[in-house]
C-alpha cells in the first residue's frame, strides 16, 4: 500500500435482531464502510463526520438483509461505489434469497446506483478495483456455502480478514438457507484455513478471531 498507510478497523454493531457487525475500515482520512446493517445508520455516519473521514466505498460481504438494509442510508449520506460479489448480485433485488421476506422488512436499492461486482482475486483500492498490488486494500477471496455469493475480504500486508457469515468466533454460518450448500461451506472453511494463523478475523456476528484459534475447530 503506498505510503504505508495504517488499516484500523471499527466494529459497530447493527441495531437488528440478528446483531449482525458492521465495521468502518479506516485508511487514513479515507475509509470503506462494511456491512451497514440497520435501516438508519446514524451511529456510523455520526462517527464518519465527527472524525472527518471520507466514505470510498462501501463493502457487502454477501446479500442477507442484516447486511445490506442500511445501503440505502449509507448512500444518502454519501453516494459512492458499492461492492458485491457477482453471485450476490441477485440478493439485492430478491426478498426471498434475502431473507427480507422472511423477516417482514421492507428493502429496495436503486439500480441506478454505482454497483460494482467483484469475483476472486479482485483487488480493491481506495479509487476502486485496481490492478496495482501497492494500491490494494482488500483482495477478495470466494467463499460459497452460507450463500452462493459469500466474500471476504482479505488484506495480506495487515493480515487482516473480513469473513462476514463464513467464518464466526468458534462457528460458522447457517447452511440451511436459499442458496445455502453444506458441501460448499465445507470447501471454504479448508480453503480460509491456508492462510496465516495469525490473520485476524473480523466476522459478520460476534467478536473477532484468528484463522489460528478457529483452525482447532476444521
Same mark, same amino acid.
Given at each position: 500500500?503506498?505510503?504505508?498507510?495504517?488499516?484500523? &478497523?471499527?466494529?459497530?454493531?447493527?441495531?437488528?435482531?440478528?446483531?449482525?457487525?458492521?465495521?468502518?475500515?479506516?485508511?487514513?482520512?479515507?475509509?470503506?464502510?462494511?456491512?451497514?446493517?440497520?435501516?438508519?445508520?446514524? /451511529?456510523? +455516519?455520526?462517527?464518519?463526520?465527527?472524525?472527518?473521514?471520507?466514505?470510498?466505498?462501501?463493502?457487502?460481504?454477501?446479500?442477507?438483509?442484516?447486511?445490506?438494509?442500511? +445501503?440505502?442510508?449509507?448512500?444518502?449520506? /454519501?453516494?459512492?461505489?458499492?461492492?458485491?460479489?457477482?453471485?450476490?448480485?441477485?440478493? &439485492?433485488?430478491?426478498?426471498?434469497?434475502?431473507?427480507?421476506?422472511?423477516?417482514?422488512?421492507?428493502?429496495?436499492?436503486?439500480?441506478?446506483?454505482?454497483?460494482?461486482?467483484?469475483?476472486?482475486?479482485?483487488?480493491?483500492?481506495?479509487?476502486?478495483?485496481?490492478?496495482?498490488?501497492?494500491?490494494?486494500?482488500?483482495?477478495?477471496?470466494?467463499?460459497?456455502?452460507?450463500?452462493?455469493?459469500?466474500?471476504?475480504?482479505?488484506?495480506?500486508?495487515?493480515?487482516?480478514?473480513?469473513?462476514?457469515?463464513?467464518?464466526?468466533?468458534?462457528?460458522?454460518?447457517?447452511?440451511? &438457507?436459499?442458496?445455502?450448500?453444506?458441501?460448499?461451506?465445507?470447501?471454504?472453511?479448508?480453503?480460509?484455513?491456508?492462510?496465516?494463523?495469525?490473520?485476524?478475523?473480523?466476522?459478520?456476528?460476534?467478536?473477532?478471531?484468528?484463522?489460528?484459534?478457529?483452525?482447532?475447530?476444521?
Amino acid at each position: 500500500m503506498k505510503g504505508e498507510i495504517k488499516m484500523e &478497523l471499527i466494529r459497530f454493531v447493527n441495531d437488528n435482531l440478528a446483531r449482525s457487525n458492521c465495521y468502518i475500515v479506516k485508511c487514513g482520512k479515507k475509509c470503506f464502510v462494511v456491512d451497514p446493517g440497520e435501516e438508519k445508520m446514524t /451511529k456510523v +455516519i455520526d462517527f464518519l463526520e465527527k472524525n472527518e473521514l471520507e466514505m470510498v466505498a462501501v463493502l457487502l460481504t454477501h446479500g442477507h438483509w442484516d447486511h445490506i438494509l442500511g +445501503i440505502n442510508s449509507m448512500m444518502e449520506y /454519501k453516494k459512492v461505489p458499492l461492492f458485491v460479489s457477482e453471485k450476490g448480485y441477485e440478493f &439485492l433485488f430478491n426478498p426471498e434469497i434475502s431473507l427480507c421476506i422472511w423477516q417482514d422488512v421492507e428493502f429496495k436499492i436503486d439500480k441506478s446506483l454505482d454497483i460494482r461486482t467483484v469475483k476472486e482475486n479482485d483487488m480493491i483500492g481506495l479509487a476502486g478495483i485496481t490492478e496495482d498490488e501497492d494500491e490494494c486494500i482488500f483482495k477478495i477471496i470466494e467463499t460459497p456455502g452460507h450463500t452462493s455469493g459469500d466474500i471476504c475480504y482479505y488484506n495480506e500486508k495487515e493480515k487482516v480478514m473480513i469473513t462476514g457469515d463464513t467464518i464466526f468466533k468458534g462457528t460458522y454460518g447457517r447452511v440451511d &438457507l436459499p442458496t445455502s450448500n453444506p458441501i460448499e461451506m465445507g470447501k471454504s472453511l479448508k480453503k480460509l484455513m491456508q492462510y496465516p494463523e495469525d490473520t485476524k478475523v473480523y466476522p459478520g456476528h460476534s467478536f473477532d478471531t484468528t484463522i489460528g484459534e478457529e483452525k482447532r475447530y476444521y
